[in-house]
């Protein structure tokens, strides 16, 4: 259970936070978007998930579907415009919300303004946690030696690197062991993996390696994309290391099989 923060008070003052699970989590990895709604609980927020959310357009925008992205963005912003936050267990998809949804509208005036406004109240989740809610630590157990993967969107767009390593710093039986050039790309990169799957593959090779060789169990990262591309590589290289996004650890819930284990 997370250690609550000290300014939350009753549930008329606490925050009002619309979760934007993600398209990832939502098809591959639902047990993120649960252990998402645990941490922000425990924090002291009140937590809704809009039904009306859908993909956020990134694929759509990475590949010059301009259009696409505008409808996409134009629903999400709808959705989620009545919370006191928007907040997303991906680094991917916080950053094209936070940095990208206003140059998509640079031509409509009154669109921009509500992505402006949107893109101001939106936050990765550990981020989130620690730079807007002042956690310091969870009450979670993972007895392992975990390595991290600093993903491209979180740590280049966002600023995302000490946050988790600091949440982590306080799970009772685990070991952060850093592994070398944690900061480069794993391959994946949305439709990049897809348009240059040779160079891809050569990326996520490397990084298989690296993680191998920190002597680590588990990698943990905040990005399901990233995640879902290394957890593929170590298998089909026979690796046993164990793959799990880092809100399950932090959340302790980590009872679901691992990222790509059988259930």
């Known amino acids: 259970m997370m250690k609550e923060n000290p300014s939350a008070g009753s549930p008329a003052s606490k925050p009002r936070v619309g979760l934007f699970v993600t398209c990832l989590v939502d098809l591959f990895r639902p047990t993120v978007g649960f ?7 425990d924090a002291g927020c009140v937590v809704e998930v809009p039904t009306a959310q859908s993909c956020c357009g990134q694929p759509a925008y990475n590949s010059g579907d301009r259009a696409a992205a505008r409808a996409l963005a134009r629903q999400l912003i709808a959705a989620f415009e009545p919370f006191d936050y928007v907040v997303a267990p991906s680094g991917s998809c916080g950053g094209m919300i936070k940095h990208h949804y206003p140059h998509l509208f640079d031509d409509d005036p009154a669109w ?6 949107l893109s101001a109240k939106t936050f ?3 981020s989130f946690l620690t730079d807007v809610l002042g956690v310091e630590q ?8 975990v390595t991290y993967h600093d993903s491209c969107s979180g740590l280049r767009e966002l600023r995302i690197k ?7 710093a306080s799970v009772e039986g685990l070991s952060l062991r850093e592994m070398e050039e944690a900061e480069v ?6 439709t990049f993996c897809v348009k240059y799957p040779e160079l891809s593959n050569r990326m996520v090779g490397e990084k298989a390696a690296r993680i191998v060789a920190s002597g680590a169990d588990t990698l943990l990262a905040g990005d399901m994309g990233c995640l879902l591309n290394m957890a593929g590589k170590l298998q089909r290289e026979g690796a046993t290391v164990r793959v799990r996004h880092v809100a399950e650890v932090l959340a302790g819930m980590t009872d679901a099989p691992a990222i790509g284990e059988p259930g």
């Open 35 to 41: 252990a998402a709604v645990k941490l922000l609980e």
């Open 112 to 117: 921009q303004a509500r992505a402006e406004r």
């Open 124 to 126: 990765e989740l550990v």
């Open 138 to 145: 969870v009450e979670a157990r993972y007895t392992g030696v």
């Open 162 to 168: 000490h946050q988790p390593r600091r949440l982590l």
């Open 185 to 190: 790309c794993c391959g994946f990169g949305g």
